[in-house]
């Protein structure tokens, strides 16, 4: 007879808590657009700039681009489709995108994205301005601004902050877009288009964490690891509690928890 060491997890995951609104949340993501440090990808007339009203007397469509950003700052950094000018309502074309960089949102249990726009632009089906997210395999339609028949422009004479819950759509390689697309040459050819600013992810709820890897990248030191549970004890098989992993996630402020296995003996016949 020999003796068969089987662990077993009692524990395998780290409960991380966060408050329930903005002022608390957890940010996992912010863009000011101060510059594109953090790699945008654009197309077409999206760029990523200072604020400009531009000229108002080709605005036949709402109202012009502001001239300060969502935080109140003159000329303050924000993204926008023809900054300081009217987009080509001439022309069938598009869409035209401002896409985000991947953002790690793995295993986040309650997912906002949050964002203030300034959108003046004609209506579906004339144009469409659109929010979507990438789930890790497909983009996602959030929003189409304009849709649903009510036959109205999107006149923004203020910054207006939006939220959507995107809670099923996380993955490690979440991203973003902002776009739009002229479908028509009936359209509006002089809407001021989209302005973007302030944009965040962020974690509402709590992180639940398997330590099946470190995708979520837990930073550790010493000897600290993540992997497979090893068995400990004074050699009887009865073992003791293991921890398996703590540690503060790179630029997370969290409670820590602990997590234990235990082990059994269990006998088998040659």
């Known amino acids: 007879m020999n003796s068969r060491i089987t662990t077993i997890l009692l524990c395998a995951c ?55 950003d969502a935080s109140g700052d003159l000329n303050g950094g924000v993204a ?89 759509y996380a993955n490690k390689d979440l991203r973003v877009r902002f776009g739009y697309q002229v479908f028509t040459t009936s359209a509006y050819d002089d809407c001021a288009g989209w302005n973007v600013d302030n944009v965040k992810i962020l974690n509402q709820g709590s992180l639940y964490e398997r330590f099946d890897d470190n995708s979520n990248g837990w930073a550790l030191n010493g000897d600290w690891a993540i992997g497979a549970a090893t068995a400990g004890g004074d050699g009887s098989g009865q073992g003791f509690p293991i921890r398996i992993a703590t540690a503060t996630p790179s630029s997370r402020a969290a409670s820590r928890a602990w997590c234990w296995a235990a082990t059994r003996s269990t006998s088998s016949p040659r």
């Not at 000011?32 to 990808?41: E, V």
């Not at 489709?81 to 249990?109: E, K, M």
Request: proline share 3%.
């Open 80 to 168: 926008g489709a023809g900054l300081g000018a009217a987009i080509d309502g001439d022309n069938v074309y598009g869409p035209v995108q401002l896409t985000s960089p991947a953002i790690n949102a793995h295993g986040q249990a309650k997912l906002m994205l949050e964002f203030q726009r300034w959108l003046n632009a004609d209506y579906d089906p004339y144009m469409a301005s659109t929010v979507e997210v990438f789930d890790g395999c497909n983009w996602v339609l959030l929003v189409n601004y304009g849709s649903g028949g009510s036959s109205t422009q999107i006149n923004d004479s203020s910054w207006v902050t939006v939220q959507f819950d995107i809670t099923a």
């Open 14 to 68: 780290v409960a991380l808590a966060f408050g329930a609104t903005s002022a608390s949340a957890q940010v996992l993501f912010f863009e000011k657009f101060d510059n594109n440090a953090a790699g945008w990808s654009m197309t077409g007339d999206w760029a990523i700039g200072a604020t400009s009203v531009g000229s108002t007397v080709a605005i036949s469509c709402g109202l012009p681009d502001p001239d300060f």
